[in-house]
């Protein structure tokens, strides 16, 4: 079984600009989360999606936002980009609600200059 | 709200020696508790779960860990090293009502001698 993709694998923006950023979960998961990685903060959780809506969200800014689609896939967004919003962004999926084991991908890399 | 410590920022051992890499955590109720593992500019790989049951669990590579409730501990152990250990630990928590959300702890580097 394919593990969690994500597209692209990097990308450099500058400020101001927004990127869209995409996850592919394991075939049959239907639970989506989205993870932020940086030196400073560490792995801070962003949002999680399950069947098409936002069960729980972490303490970002309105800038960050997520969808999930009804294949289970999900694009997570953020605009006006900040030098602070470089960092590795993860998504990893479950099959279940809840209590259920994350698998992740192997992340997107943002470089905001 | 849940909080997970990795006491230890960085641990360097010999090849062949034994591990082990602490990790408390802070919840009202038993979490659901995890050990993945981070090999430089990858994403994460589990290592180990623990839900109920036994408090000893088994992992891959050769990992196991152990769920101390009165010491809000579930730390890492591995009987001897290997090079290919060398990567980043992290420590995560889940909680039964907030669906899939893992708090993480700030990680373990660790780094391997020969």
């Known amino acids: 079984k394919a593990g969690v993709t994500q597209t692209p694998r990097y990308l450099i923006k500058t400020r101001g600009q927004q990127v869209t950023l995409s996850c592919s979960p394991i075939s049959g998961h239907r639970s989506v989360s989205w993870y932020q990685q940086t030196p400073g903060q560490g792995l801070q959780f962003l949002f999680e999606?399950?069947?098409?809506?936002?069960?729980n969200k972490g303490n970002f800014p309105g800038r960050f936002s997520g969808r999930q689609f009804s294949n289970s896939r999900s694009e997570m967004n953020v605009s006006t980009l900040e030098l602070g919003d470089s960092a590795l962004y993860l998504c990893?999926?479950?099959?279940?609600?809840?209590?259920?084991?994350?698998?992740f991908g192997p992340g997107t890399r943002l470089l905001v200059l | 709200a849940q909080s997970v410590t990795q006491p230890d920022i960085h641990i360097t051992v010999s090849e062949g020696a034994s591990l082990e890499l602490r990790c408390n955590y802070s919840y009202g109720a038993t979490p659901y508790l995890f050990w993945y593992v981070q090999s430089p500019g990858q994403g994460l790989q589990l290592l180990l779960k623990?839900?109920?049951?036994?408090?000893l669990v088994q992992g891959i590579k050769g990992f196991e860990a152990e769920f101390k409730r009165s010491q809000s501990s579930f730390n890492l152990r591995k009987p001897s090293v290997h090079w290919s250990d060398a990567a980043e630990y992290f420590c995560?928590?889940?909680?039964?009502?907030?669906?899939?959300?893992?708090?993480f702890g700030g990680g373990t580097r660790l780094m391997v001698k020969p």
């Open positions: 623990y839900f109920s049951g036994d408090t």
């Open positions: 990893a999926s479950s099959r279940a609600a809840q209590g259920e084991t994350q698998y």
């Open positions: 995560a928590v889940g909680v039964s009502n907030a669906g899939n959300m893992l708090t």
């Open positions: 999606y399950f069947s098409e809506t936002q069960r």
